[in-house]
């Protein structure tokens, strides 16, 4: 089997950023997320850890497509070596399930 084959989910280059505005109605950009790269291989088991407020829940909500309004993505995602793209990250979301365990207040596992 090629590796391509074994690769379930790989994300390239992730960067999330969050606009909002300041008590001065000034537009803020903040970057919570910046250049993280992972592969989750077939039959494997990948644990994100991390310390509260290191960006775990949004590399998964920004897989599954389910960031608020005002965040704003960068990066490439592949599931089984397909591009994710809005559509595809729709139809899979309506069919399979990604979830996230938190194992504790530092750790979170995400499963396909």
Same mark, same amino acid.
């Given at each position: 089997?090629?590796?391509?084959?074994? *690769?379930?989910?790989?994300? @390239?280059?992730?960067?999330? +950023?969050? #606009? +909002?505005?300041d008590?001065?109605?000034? %537009?803020v950009?903040?970057?919570?997320? %910046?250049?993280? /790269? $992972?592969t989750?291989? %077939? &039959?494997?088991?990948? !644990?994100?850890?991390? +310390?509260?407020? /290191? &960006?775990?829940? $949004? $590399? !998964?909500? !920004?897989?599954?497509?389910?960031?608020?309004?005002? !965040?704003?993505?960068?990066?490439?995602?592949?599931?089984? &070596? #397909?591009?994710?793209?809005?559509?595809?990250?729709?139809?899979? @979301? &309506? %069919?399979?399930?990604?979830s996230? *365990?938190?194992? @504790?207040a530092? #750790?979170?596992t995400?499963?396909?």
């Amino acid at each position: 089997m090629t590796e391509q084959m074994n *690769t379930l989910l790989d994300v @390239r280059h992730l960067s999330v +950023s969050f #606009e +909002s505005y300041d008590a001065k109605l000034q %537009k803020v950009i903040f970057t919570a997320v %910046k250049d993280m /790269s $992972l592969t989750l291989e %077939k &039959g494997k088991i990948l !644990a994100i850890v991390g +310390s509260s407020g /290191s &960006g775990k829940s $949004l $590399l !998964a909500h !920004a897989v599954m497509g389910i960031l608020p309004d005002n !965040a704003k993505t960068g990066g490439t995602f592949y599931y089984k &070596g #397909e591009k994710l793209t809005k559509k595809k990250i729709e139809e899979i @979301r &309506g %069919k399979k399930t990604v979830s996230y *365990t938190h194992l @504790r207040a530092h #750790e979170t596992t995400l499963h396909l």
